[in-house]
């Protein structure tokens, strides 16, 4: 397939839009299903890096010989790695051959997944987690890709394929992590990780094609102007706000949970990560807080979804009154409800957002996506050391407040 070209001129950043120049370029060809599988999955089991160690937590921390809050730094810096890779790498993607960066991080990831399954101590296993999430950002370069492949007319349909199969990846890598930890150890799980992704390198390798870069800037040029977008726009800070708070609340309950259900229940990685089938609900709310953005308006979406999560979480106080039974039903149906709120949220900030300035919809991407992982990594640092210091209740209470502050957020008046 012929290298995709933009029509795209880059203008000095602060200044307004211009007419781009017109560059003749040939029109993009529908996407064949073998190139739209490898692209789905390439979303999915990149990102899904990102989410293997949270179920783990409690036989790692355990053989490891590390506390909660300790063990609670893997995810944390994973999530922290992953923030600085979208702010930093991810605009790259408009600079150089698209394909090229998403090998090159493939690789990468390789090998810190292998890092993260052999690491001898904590302090080399910790190193190991910032590294996986800067390489997990192919996930980041991925999307756009199948964007800049698709014509128009099935761009929508396309681009919502390879985000389920990243939801999936999200959805079923806890699943799979709680599993194979519980039966091998969670370094193999690492091992299997790195495995998958090696396969993922040959098939992106030989079945994805070349992509001519949109723009000569170079990278402090590129920073600058995202500099001036974020500064310019007041929508764009308060989506990523908004998006952050509610991630911190989200990643202080999955970050703790397996550490809480081990303490609590004596129940293993494996139900741990049984608990993430809660997230088909977000892989639902995808198309349907779209749909509901197109005829409602965003606005509302944001502030229904935050207060769906805000009630989720509040409702999990109540368990001291519950059974074991009624308490371990009574997170399940948080955890759907309140997945389901987030991932609305979520798109409903991606419209805004990408109504913001179509011509530098990676860059407000990158933006949008930053204060979201910032919030996961604090999250996830302050839920483990909640949970050290105030017990189960406390991860909940912090998680409820952050949704409270979200739906803040969304509701305080602003100019339009």
């Not at 993009?28 to 160690?53: C, D, E, N, R, T």
């Not at 810190?112 to 101590?121: T, Y």
């Not at 955890?335 to 913001?356: E, K, M, N, S």
């Not at 530098?360 to 604090?378: E, I, P, Y």
């Amino acid at each position: 397939m012929s290298s995709i070209q933009s029509t795209y001129e880059e203008r000095p950043a602060g200044a307004t839009a211009a007419p781009a120049a017109a560059v003749p370029i040939p029109a993009p060809q529908a996407i064949g299903a073998p190139l739209l599988l490898l692209l789905a999955a390439a979303a999915g089991v990149s990102v899904a890096s990102l989410y293997y160690s949270q179920p783990m937590l409690g036989l790692l921390g355990a053989d490891m010989q590390a506390s909660a809050s300790t063990a609670g730094w893997v995810p944390t810096l994973t999530q922290l790695g992953y923030a600085l890779g979208i702010l930093l790498l991810a605009p790259l993607g408009d600079r150089y051959d698209r394909r090229r960066i998403i090998l090159v991080k493939a690789v990468a990831l390789v090998g810190v997944l292998l890092a993260s399954g052999l690491a001898p101590g904590m302090g080399s296993l910790l190193a190991a987690s910032l590294g996986v999430g800067l390489a997990a950002t192919m996930a980041q370069d991925v999307v756009p890709a199948a964007a800049t492949l698709a014509p128009a007319a099935q761009r929508g349909r396309m681009v919502g394929t390879v985000m389920t199969g990243l939801l999936l990846g999200i959805l079923l890598s806890r699943v799979v992590s709680g599993l194979v930890a519980q039966l091998w150890g969670w370094r193999n799980m690492y091992l299997l990780a790195a495995s998958a992704i090696a396969v993922l390198v040959v098939a992106v390798w030989r079945g994805l094609p070349h992509f001519a870069p949109t723009t000569q800037l170079g990278w402090l040029a590129l920073m600058r102007s995202m500099w001036e977008l974020w500064r310019q726009h007041a929508a764009l800070r308060r989506a990523a706000l908004a998006q952050g708070l509610l991630a911190v609340g989200f990643s202080a309950f999955w970050s703790t949970l397996a550490v809480m259900l081990h303490s609590q229940f004596q129940l293993g990685a494996a139900a741990a990560g049984a608990l993430g089938l809660a997230g088909a609900a977000g892989a639902l709310a995808a198309p349907l807080a779209g749909r509901m953005a197109d005829r409602r308006g965003p606005e509302l979406v944001t502030r229904a979804g935050a207060a769906l999560a805000a009630a989720a979480f509040a409702s999990m106080a109540t368990a001291p009154w519950l059974g074991a039974q009624g308490q371990l039903l009574l997170i399940v149906a948080a955890a759907v409800v309140f997945d389901f709120g987030v991932q609305a949220v979520l798109v409903a900030h991606q419209t805004i957002v990408y109504g913001i300035a179509p011509e530098a919809r990676s860059r407000l991407n990158a933006l949008l996506f930053t204060g979201m992982f910032v919030g996961m990594a604090s999250g996830a640092a302050l839920g483990s050391w909640v949970l050290d210091h105030a017990g189960w209740l406390g991860v909940v209470a912090l998680a409820t407040v952050s949704a409270l502050a979200a739906l803040a957020v969304r509701c305080w008046p602003h100019a339009r």
